[in-house]
């Protein structure tokens, strides 16, 4: 992985062209308790090449002051993303990306602004087309970390409805972060990433159910990429989506659940792949 990891780099390095106007808008969408800030190699290095990047933090999530443990629906955890989509002129495209749970909001955003979104682009995310409407749809599409131990001994939660209720936000416990979601990446990060990730609010997340209206989500390119190390969403439960709605390309990161993190390179690599063929 060493050695691919640098040829990599030395190929961007190669093939880099000077920053050229209308280059590609990404707008980078995280996962559950993450935020803006776990996309910052990435960031510096589409902007080093010219592209136009937003890193958005979702309702609660990244400095978002809103205390997750409020936010019980998807339309409202979700509101960020949309009215960023809102706000934007009829004639701009954006190409969406999402990791993890993030892809829950990129399907959002591809069923209600298909217009807007030029190409979806889903890093081991949940990618299902109407969101958690069967009970294969939850087997498919939430972390199962029962390997780790039972879910009360794997996370932290909180029960912003009473003690006795469901619990309404969750994060993996610190003492457990390294080991289930950034095993693979640098020390640094994962060191970072233990100090600012904040619980994710799951009752929102699992009622996250999507209107077809029309085709127009169907008109959206989509790109799967797949993590193959992954210990967070396991490598058949992504096949899965990717079988059951089947996305134009497929590609495979040697990474754990977070290659922002542990392949910058190769990652960076894949979406300027994808800006030059859309």
Not at 21 to 32: E, N, S, Y
Not at 119 to 146: C, E, H, N
Not at 197 to 213: N, T, V, Y
């Amino acid at each position: 992985m060493g050695e691919e990891f640098v040829d990599m780099k030395l190929e961007i390095e190669k093939t880099k062209v000077p920053p050229q106007p209308q280059r590609a808008h990404f707008v980078l969408i995280h996962g559950i308790g993450g935020g803006g800030w776990c996309w910052y190699k990435i960031r510096s290095l589409m902007e080093n090449s010219g592209y136009k990047v937003t890193c958005l933090d979702l309702k609660g999530a990244g400095i978002d002051q809103a205390d997750p443990n409020t936010i019980v629906s998807f339309d409202e955890y979700n509101k960020p993303l949309i009215d960023f989509l809102s706000s934007l002129p009829d004639s701009e495209q954006v190409i969406l990306v999402g990791h993890s749970a993030g892809g829950l909001s990129v399907t959002d955003a591809t069923h209600k602004f298909p217009k807007k979104v030029k190409v979806a682009v889903y890093i081991a995310a949940t990618m299902l087309r109407t969101g958690f409407v069967t009970t294969q749809d939850v087997k498919d599409g939430v972390p199962d970390l029962s390997d780790f131990g039972e879910f009360a001994d794997v996370y932290d939660m909180g029960f912003g409805s009473g003690p006795d209720q469901p619990p309404t936000s969750i994060v993996v416990k610190k003492s457990l972060q390294r080991k289930i979601i950034y095993h693979i990446s640098p020390l640094e990060d994962s060191t970072l990433a233990t100090m600012v990730l904040r619980p994710g609010p799951i009752q929102a997340l699992q009622s996250a159910r999507f209107k077809e209206e029309g085709e127009g989500a169907e008109n959206v390119p989509r790109i799967y990429i797949r993590t193959a190390y992954d210990r967070v969403m396991k490598t058949e439960q992504q096949d899965a989506m990717i079988r059951k709605w089947q996305p134009q390309h497929v590609y495979t990161l040697e990474s754990d659940h977070s290659p922002f993190f542990s392949a910058p390179f190769a990652l960076f690599g894949l979406l300027l792949k994808v800006a030059a063929s859309f």
